[in-house]
């Protein structure tokens, strides 16, 4: 990507790189250490203040402390260095997480309040905490790193992680949109995140200096999280319109911060909550808009359900809370660790928008689905018990459990049992084509192959299929033997024997893409063919080697005889019959050997033999016959076959038609030969075959029919009969004929 700059240079490589590069570093260093030590300025009381599952406030020590724990702690107070007395009375609503949770203006304005007289006392000389033990006098301390504990690290890593991915994305693809996009996404999710740590992880209270104004920021990082979101969909795969969605979205966020600031309306739950709800929607709207517009690219809808996936992973617990919320309603869950889901949806981009491994999600797809879902009903189910019945958060769970695993697991199995079976046919339902193809004869290849692109054609309805030879011009790729490539966008199916190698495009007539399971398939498939070929190969062979045994001692052994009789035989009819039956059985031997003989060749045979008969029997002879192209041969059975069909047909003229002249005529044509005898004999009266007339002409049309031919008999335009046999030349079909 060049995207050239004054002086020649580019934004992608050379010095600009580093110098972002070496920016994007010392972004991410200073918020590391900025909210590192904003957690650390806090001093410590050796004990941090939660509130109790039954109402109370517990103080657990961070260190060595006596005692460990403090429980009903009702009061802490301390006397400042100016003699002035000052007392907090300490309440679930005060230490709680974030101010976020309570719901109206007033109320967080009054934890504010409290946390800005908690921060003058814990900076006392000493302080003393009544609890229902008594009172207990502490010493405030500088805190230490290791009295951060998890709700610190988890969220900052989390943050940082985040961050440092947009941030590596935007350093080697600044002019991409989809990477400012991830950028800003990624910022507001990180700033968010790092504001949650440090005031999420408190041991009692935080710097008051500014801390209202992080909470907005905060809320203001949240919405440019939804936004970056909604306008990378907004603008890909595909654009769906203009620059204003953007700038709208903008606007909503500082409509928002301004009604906090101005205290526009009584809650956060009007101010905040609810747009970021709707914002969320919005985003579902963007994601269908784009997947109607993607309709007809596999791989683009490749990228739209790994985006849907991570939207409904990372975005779901914070929905629903959400959406709790902007009723008014108290969602208590812990932001540190609750939050952390949604950098699934930073961590999952890369693929779409480094565009690496999109065809690896089609594999694990559905199953993801279904996991996921199974997980939120829980959560889900939890929730609704909570709220709505007066239970506790235990039995509460307990219930879901037990819910979840009665109704939803035994669903979730028959789901994936269909699912998995797929719209496409299974190995067993096409082992009746794969028998066909390993039992049909490799002499015939043209058909063979037909039948090998229809076996790929149902396995997988590709939108196309070309045959793929390392030096085929229509490859749209570096040749490979077998595997997916573009992406999985075509699959290579290798060659097999007498079986072409062919190349698939987007399966399903184009609705997806070819993902590993396929490449698994295809390669069984495969498998399953080249075994067959080979079996029926060696059958085949040990069935020539058999035949030839056969020929060659009716050769050497009865031929030898017959020719021994034709030449010894002082009778010239004695000499014909058995020159008759040594051509016979030359023909057998010939059959029995199984080779294809050149068309030019057998032709040639059969006008030497025809013309020959036909003199000695005083008829005048017309030999028409059409040259065959010089590199089309015969079947061996094909030619038995038809040299028995000529003889007889000539022999019928000899002995019954008391004609003067015989016309043969040959012609090929499309695949086909025909054989047409006439004469200007008598003719018949009847032109179908009857019994009456003996054998000859029944054993000329089932000949015919064992090739998948067609017989005709009739009046000739010479006056006598008319014989026309034609079949088919399965083995010279063309490739084009057969696509």
């Known amino acids: 990507m060049g995207f050239q700059i004054a002086g020649g240079a580019t934004l992608i490589v050379g010095p600009n790189r580093t110098w972002r590069l070496a920016l994007a570093s010392v972004l991410l260093a200073l918020c590391a250490v900025g909210s590192l030590y904003r957690a650390l300025s806090e001093p410590s009381l050796g004990w941090r203040f939660t509130a109790g599952s039954n109402g109370e406030v517990v103080a657990q020590a961070t260190e060595s402390a006596s005692p460990p724990r403090l429980r009903g702690v009702a009061r802490i107070s301390a006397t400042t260095s100016s003699a002035e007395k000052m007392a907090v009375d300490l309440t679930p609503q005060i230490v709680i997480e974030s101010a976020g949770i309570h719901n109206d203006y007033e109320t967080q304005d009054a934890f504010f309040a409290a946390q800005q007289q908690l921060w003058r006392i814990v900076h006392s000389p000493a302080v003393e905490i009544e609890h229902e033990g008594g009172i207990t006098t502490a010493t405030p301390h500088a805190r230490g790193i290791d009295e951060l504990g998890p709700r610190f690290w988890f969220p900052w890593v989390v943050a940082l992680l985040s961050l440092s991915v947009g941030l590596a994305i935007w350093v080697y693809r600044p002019a991409s949109s989809a990477s400012w996009c991830y950028l800003v996404a990624s910022a507001g999710y990180a700033f968010g995140m790092l504001c949650t740590s440090t005031w999420g992880a408190r041991l009692l209270t935080q710097p008051p200096q500014g801390w209202p104004e992080l909470h907005v920021a905060s809320h203001i990082g949240s919405f440019m999280t939804q936004a970056g979101l909604c306008t990378l969909l907004w603008l890909h795969p595909r654009r769906l319109g203009g620059n204003w969605m953007p700038w709208a979205l903008v606007v909503v966020a500082l409509v928002s911060a301004a009604a906090e600031v101005g205290r526009w309306v009584p809650t956060i739950s009007i101010a905040f909550r609810m747009p970021i709800v709707l914002m969320a929607?919005?985003?579902?709207?963007?994601?269908?808009?784009?997947?109607?517009?993607?309709?007809?690219?596999?791989?683009?809808?490749?990228?739209?359900?790994?985006?849907?996936l991570l939207l409904v992973m990372g975005l779901s617990t914070t929905f629903i809370a959400y959406a709790f919320g902007a009723t008014g309603r108290v969602v208590d869950v812990p932001q540190?660790?609750?939050?952390?889901?949604?950098?699934?949806?930073?961590?999952?981009?890369?693929?779409?928008?480094?565009?690496?491994?999109?065809?690896?999600?089609?594999?694990?797809?559905?199953?993801?689905?279904?996991?996921?879902?199974?997980?939120?009903?829980?959560?889900?189910?939890?929730?609704?018990?909570?709220?709505?019945?007066?239970?506790?958060?235990?039995?509460?769970?307990?219930?879901?459990?037990?819910?979840?695993?009665?109704?939803?697991?035994?669903?979730?199995?028959?789901?994936?049992?269909?699912?998995?079976?797929?719209?496409?046919?299974?190995?067993?339902?096409?082992?009746?084509?794969?028998?066909?193809?390993?039992?049909?004869?490799?002499?015939?290849?043209?058909?063979?192959?037909?039948?090998?692109?229809?076996?790929?054609?149902?396995?997988?309805?590709?939108?196309?299929?070309?045959?793929?030879?390392?030096?085929?011009?229509?490859?749209t790729?570096?040749?490979?033997?077998?595997?997916?490539?573009?992406?999985?966008?075509?699959?290579?199916?290798?060659?097999?024997?007498?079986?072409?190698?062919?190349?698939?495009?987007?399966?399903?007539?184009?609705?997806?893409?070819?993902?590993?399971?396929?490449?698994?398939?295809?390669?069984?498939?495969?498998?399953?063919?080249?075994?067959?070929?080979?079996?029926?190969?060696?059958?085949?062979?040990?069935?020539?080697?058999?035949?030839?045994?056969?020929?060659?001692?009716?050769?050497?052994?009865?031929?030898?005889?017959?020719?021994?009789?034709?030449?010894?035989?002082?009778?010239?009819?004695?000499?014909?019959?058995?020159?008759?039956?040594?051509?016979?059985?030359?023909?057998?031997?010939?059959?029995?050997?199984?080779?294809?003989?050149?068309?030019?060749?057998?032709?040639?045979?059969?006008?030497?033999?025809?013309?020959?008969?036909?003199?000695?029997?005083?008829?005048?002879?017309?030999?028409?016959?059409?040259?065959?192209?010089?590199?089309?041969?015969?079947?061996?059975?094909?030619?038995?076959?038809?040299?028995?069909?000529?003889?007889?047909?000539?022999?019928?003229?000899?002995?019954?038609?008391?004609?003067?002249?015989?016309?043969?005529?040959?012609?090929?044509?499309g695949g086909r030969i025909q054989l047409e005898v006439s004469d200007d004999g008598h003719g018949i009266g009847d032109t179908k075959p009857k019994g009456d007339h003996g054998n000859g002409l029944p054993g000329i049309e089932r000949r015919i029919r064992l090739l998948d031919g067609s017989f005709a008999l009739g009046r000739a335009d010479m006056g006598g009969v008319m014989l026309r046999a034609e079949v088919p030349l399965a083995s010279q079909i063309s490739k084009d004929a057969i696509q």
């Open 281 to 308: 929607l919005l985003l579902w709207v963007i994601l269908l808009m784009q997947w109607r517009a993607c309709r007809d690219d596999a791989g683009q809808r490749a990228q739209l359900k790994w985006f849907a």
């Open 477 to 669: 790729h570096e040749p490979i033997a077998q595997g997916i490539a573009e992406e999985g966008r075509v699959l290579v199916v290798p060659a097999c024997g007498p079986l072409e190698m062919l190349q698939l495009e987007l399966p399903e007539r184009g609705a997806r893409l070819f993902n590993p399971a396929d490449l698994r398939r295809a390669t069984e498939i495969s498998g399953l063919v080249k075994q067959g070929l080979e079996s029926n190969e060696a059958f085949d062979r040990g069935a020539r080697q058999e035949r030839q045994r056969i020929a060659s001692d009716l050769h050497d052994d009865l031929g030898a005889k017959l020719l021994t009789i034709a030449q010894a035989s002082g009778s010239d009819r004695v000499a014909g019959m058995a020159r008759q039956a040594l051509d016979e059985m030359r023909l057998s031997v010939r059959g029995l050997t199984g080779d294809a003989a050149l068309a030019a060749n057998v032709f040639a045979d059969w006008r030497a033999e025809a013309v020959t008969r036909l003199a000695a029997a005083g008829l005048q002879v017309q030999w028409q016959a059409d040259d065959p192209p010089a590199d089309l041969t015969l079947p061996a059975r094909t030619h038995v076959q038809l040299t028995r069909v000529l003889r007889e047909a000539v022999s019928n003229v000899i002995r019954h038609s008391a004609a003067t002249t015989c016309r043969v005529r040959i012609a090929c044509d």
């Open 336 to 475: 540190n660790y609750g939050l952390g889901t949604v950098a699934l949806i930073f961590l999952g981009l890369v693929p779409m928008v480094t565009r690496v491994g999109i065809f690896q999600l089609e594999a694990w797809w559905p199953r993801a689905w279904l996991w996921f879902l199974g997980g939120m009903l829980v959560i889900a189910l939890d929730l609704a018990l909570i709220v709505t019945l007066d239970i506790g958060s235990e039995n509460a769970i307990a219930l879901s459990l037990a819910v979840a695993g009665w109704l939803y697991f035994p669903l979730r199995q028959l789901v994936w049992r269909r699912m998995s079976q797929g719209a496409l046919p299974g190995t067993r339902d096409v082992l009746p084509q794969i028998l066909e193809i390993v039992t049909h004869g490799q002499s015939e290849r043209a058909v063979l192959n037909q039948k090998w692109r229809q076996l790929w054609d149902t396995l997988f309805q590709p939108s196309r299929m070309i045959a793929a030879g390392a030096g085929s011009p229509a490859l």
